[in-house]
């Protein structure tokens, strides 16, 4: 097996840490010698872990150091996250008492003796996809005591999953987890524990590029399967939608977009090509803003604050331009009334008709039968008299449900409405009532 630790290694290593003058120093190359023996010898085995002839388990030690989060993907719903990932437990195999060195002083390893030392098979229970990081070199940290206390550090990204509850958003709060699992050592060989101080540790600059973070609490939990029961740990975060990017994307501009389609009621109802310029318009953005919005959420089953935002910009939108044709049908009635009103009057041959010998008979208060009636009329003017279907105007000659006061209507239930759903939509979200 190749040697571990070289010469020079060894020497500079011993130097960094000191070395205590008080206590009788063995030579480089006897001090290199009895580290070397320790793991080449047969008297250590890497497959096997600490304590096992002992009986009891291996106690592994963990704590985080949060580096930074990246983007919290809503559509895939995961995040990124880059952490320090530290891990320490004691392998009494690894003491190395023949070198007389203090209690303090501890030797920093390679990267490489990971293959000839036992480690945790720790993994991340949510993890998408991971990275470590070897720029310029791997970063990893192999810290061993006198004792044998083992100090395992490593730098690594990760995209983990996130279930998120969509239904206040965009001002929703946000239930995120880094778990840590143990692969195939189960409760009665390992168990995991968080430091006992200081187990989550964060920038105070932290930033997050949508997101509040509230708060973080390490947590234990175990997992049961049908080979046995897994140790796991788990960090929880609790995050705070910071929803101004919306209000400036989506809020915003949708409600400019029905306040126009308000504008409609304000045009004279005869400039047909403004009004139904305005109407599609509307209509198309409100449409096209909800399509884009949804192309960056997942496609779940229930609803969201957003969408009820939405649907009810589109409805308002929409019953303008119902509005509008409803004033249409008002001026087309009312300029078929104005036509019909230039014509000669269709019911003046029924007048002329009973002129003369019948207006006298009338005014005398003369009962009349239907023969005198018959002999009063001339033949000529019994056929004047002749009376159809199209000769008669039933239209009503003044109605107060014209275009002008539809609009007038309108201008005030329209403007009122969606303002009353504005106060109870952002009280009902913003104060947490559902």
């Known amino acids: 097996m190749e040697r571990l630790i070289s010469y020079f290694t060894l020497s500079v290593l011993l130097n960094v840490f000191g070395w205590s003058r008080s206590q009788p120093a063995l030579s480089t190359a006897e001090q290199h010698a009895s580290f070397n023996r320790v793991l080449t010898n047969g008297t250590y085995d890497s497959r096997i872990r600490p304590h096992l002839p002992d009986g009891k388990p291996t106690n592994v030690t963990v704590d985080i150091a949060i580096n930074g989060f990246g983007e919290f993907n809503t559509a895939n719903m995961d995040f990124s996250v880059s952490i320090y990932l530290r891990q320490r437990w004691n392998d009494p195999r690894l003491a190395f008492n023949a070198f007389n060195l203090s209690s303090a002083t501890a030797i920093t390893l390679s990267?490489?003796?990971?293959?000839?030392?036992?480690?945790?098979?720790?993994?991340?229970?949510?993890?998408?996809?991971?990275?470590?990081?070897?720029?310029?070199?791997?970063?990893?940290?192999?810290?061993?005591?006198?004792?044998?206390?083992?100090?395992?550090?490593?730098?690594?990204?990760?995209?983990?999953?996130?279930?998120?509850?969509?239904?206040?958003?965009?001002?929703?709060?946000?239930?995120?987890?880094?778990?840590?699992?143990?692969?195939?050592?189960?409760?009665?060989?390992?168990?995991?524990?968080?430091?006992?101080?200081?187990?989550?540790?964060?920038?105070?600059?932290?930033?997050?590029?949508?997101?509040?973070?509230?708060?973080?609490?390490?947590?234990?939990?175990?997992?049961?399967?049908?080979?046995?029961?897994?140790?796991?740990?788990?960090?929880?975060?609790?995050?705070?939608?910071?929803?101004?990017y919306y209000v400036l994307n989506v809020y915003a501009p949708s409600f400019v977009v029905v306040i126009i389609s308000f504008v409609n009621f304000m045009i004279d109802p005869r400039a047909t090509p403004a009004r139904v310029s305005i109407g599609v318009i509307t209509v198309l953005t409100i449409t096209t803003q909800s399509v884009t919005l949804q192309q960056r959420l997942p496609r779940v089953s229930y609803i969201k604050a957003v969408d009820v935002w939405m649907a009810v910009c589109l409805i308002f939108v929409v019953a303008s331009m119902l509005e509008y044709a409803a004033a249409n049908v008002m001026l087309q009635r009312?300029?078929?009334?104005?036509?019909?009103?230039?014509?000669?009057?269709?019911?003046?041959?029924?007048?002329?008709?009973?002129?003369?010998?019948?207006?006298?008979?009338?005014?005398?208060?003369?009962?009349?039968?239907?023969?005198?009636?018959?002999?009063?009329?001339?033949?000529?003017?019994?056929?004047?008299?002749?009376?159809?279907?199209?000769?008669?105007?039933?239209?009503?000659?003044?109605?107060?449900?014209?275009?002008?006061?539809?609009?007038?209507?309108?201008?005030?239930?329209?403007?009122?409405?969606?303002?009353?759903?504005?106060?109870?939509?952002?009280?009902?979200?913003?104060?947490?009532?559902?």
Request: net charge negative.
């Open 334 to 434: 009312e300029a078929r009334q104005k036509e019909k009103a230039t014509r000669p009057e269709k019911n003046a041959n029924i007048k002329k008709a009973f002129q003369g010998p019948m207006d006298n008979m009338i005014m005398s208060n003369i009962p009349l039968t239907l023969p005198e009636v018959a002999e009063a009329v001339p033949l000529r003017r019994q056929k004047q008299c002749h009376v159809s279907a199209d000769n008669l105007d039933f239209t009503p000659l003044h109605s107060k449900w014209n275009a002008d006061n539809l609009d007038k209507l309108s201008r005030i239930a329209f403007t009122s409405a969606f303002l009353l759903f504005n106060v109870i939509y952002w009280c009902v979200y913003m104060l947490a009532l559902v």
């Open 111 to 244: 990267d490489k003796v990971l293959t000839d030392i036992w480690v945790p098979d720790l993994f991340f229970y949510n993890e998408k996809q991971g990275w470590k990081h070897d720029i310029t070199t791997p970063n990893v940290l192999i810290r061993i005591a006198p004792s044998g206390d083992i100090l395992y550090s490593q730098r690594i990204s990760m995209k983990l999953s996130c279930l998120y509850d969509f239904y206040k958003f965009p001002m929703d709060s946000q239930t995120c987890r880094i778990e840590i699992h143990s692969y195939a050592y189960t409760t009665e060989d390992v168990n995991i524990f968080w430091k006992e101080t200081d187990p989550i540790q964060r920038k105070d600059d932290l930033y997050l590029p949508e997101f509040t973070l509230e708060s973080d609490s390490p947590k234990y939990c175990t997992t049961g399967t049908s080979t046995g029961e897994y140790p796991c740990i788990y960090a929880e975060f609790q995050l705070s939608r910071d929803m101004r």
